[in-house]
């Protein structure tokens, strides 16, 4: 079969493609920016590729055509494609459909902490020897890869809440229907698809529905939306983790950064988990990925021995370089709630250091500034503030940086923001910068000007 994805630049986009081209079909794809490292990625396993929305890339006429969310009407591809009556379908139903089939998925689904969860879990199948097939929207450091198909009967899905495509506006995790469900968090986000938090409830019971009388729903016991949504009607067995004691699974944090903690299961303790992955929030992404692993079989004991051994996820707390005793870490954080966890991981992994902190208002939710009565609060743990100001952002950051008082600054220009995070730091500090897209090369250009300094000095 010959399969042609629209969009396939993107993580859960080009994941897709991989997994299509490794059961053994045909596969091109399109997308506006055809951009390493994805592009890099799937021409190197016979994946071709291109640019832009030509209609011309129909040509041979593929047998289906797979198509991103990012599409929408309007869009030429788009147009040659419902005009010359191709069959397509979207990302998650073409998933579900032919690669699914049959196995036992487990799906992540959360406003936060997906993409590590779903890493952990994966990795935890893997070091038990389970051999899992995952998509994930991220690239986990144990893997190196973002997808990938086998012959286990295990597959490990990020179970996105965002819509599907322009022409299905249900959640992408509906058509997962899993057997196991991490459901880690549930806030308000994606307002340029959801009116309230109510939307949001709707679309993850509707999820809760799938899920069989014979699997399980690992749940965070500490979360109440999470307990009022599962309260709507369930059907399938749940088991709760948390930190308060309370749950069923509990994490008791061992020192301050939570790099060490214990874990038990009904008051009974399992073991001890000594990584490096600071953050309260990390500690429960593990556990519910340990109580998730036990039901695919994999024993309690050696579901957290794997956690010793995993090595992190891209984009996530990933320290990019050090300069000068200047240490650059790049985080996808961009919500107020994934902010302030992050930040306060950074604080208690680094006593001592002053946290400096490096926002961009990137995602839709951000840009119409439904978060930014929340995001002065969010940096508290910040010893010292940078906020770009994007052209696309209508509202003022200056909003924010006179909020934060003298703690705060910001920028227009990337290059102006660079100079000024420069003139600032000083040996030691901790520079956490954090945008769910590229933020302009930051990141490089930023440990480019460092080693400049250091070479003059």
Known sequence: MHVHVLGICGTFMGGIAAIARADGHTVTGSDANVYPPMSTQLERIGIPLFEGWDPRQFEPRPDVVIVGNALSRGNPAVEHMLAHDLPYVSGPQWLAEHALAGK?????????????????????????????????????????????LTDSPFFVLEADEYDTAFFDKRSKFVHYRPRTAILNNLEFDHADIFENLDAIKKQFHHMIRTVPGNGLIVTNGMEENLDATLKMGCWTPCETFGSDGRSAWNAHALNDAASEFEVSLDREIIGQVHWNMPGSHNMLNALAAVAAARHAGVPAHIGVAALAEFRGVKRRMELRGEING?????????????????????R??????????????????????????ELAASFAPADHVFIYQPPYVDWSVEDITRTIDKRGAHADSIDALVADICDFVREGDQVVIMSNGGFGGLHDKLLAALRRQETAS
């Open 104 to 148: 036992w998925r487990l799906a992540v689904a959360g406003t936060h902490g997906k993409t590590t969860t779903s890493s952990i879990l994966a990795w935890i199948l893997e070091y038990a020897g389970l051999n899992p097939g995952f998509l994930i929207g991220g690239v986990p450091g144990n893997f190196d890869v973002s997808a990938r």
């Open 326 to 346: 200047v240490r650059v870490f790049d985080d996808f954080a961009h919500h107020p709630t994934a902010i302030q966890l992050t930040l306060e991981a950074a």
């Open 348 to 373: 208690n992994s680094a006593p001592g250091k002053r946290i400096i902190a490096v926002f961009e208002p990137r995602s839709n939710t951000m840009r119409m500034g439904v978060h930014r009565e």
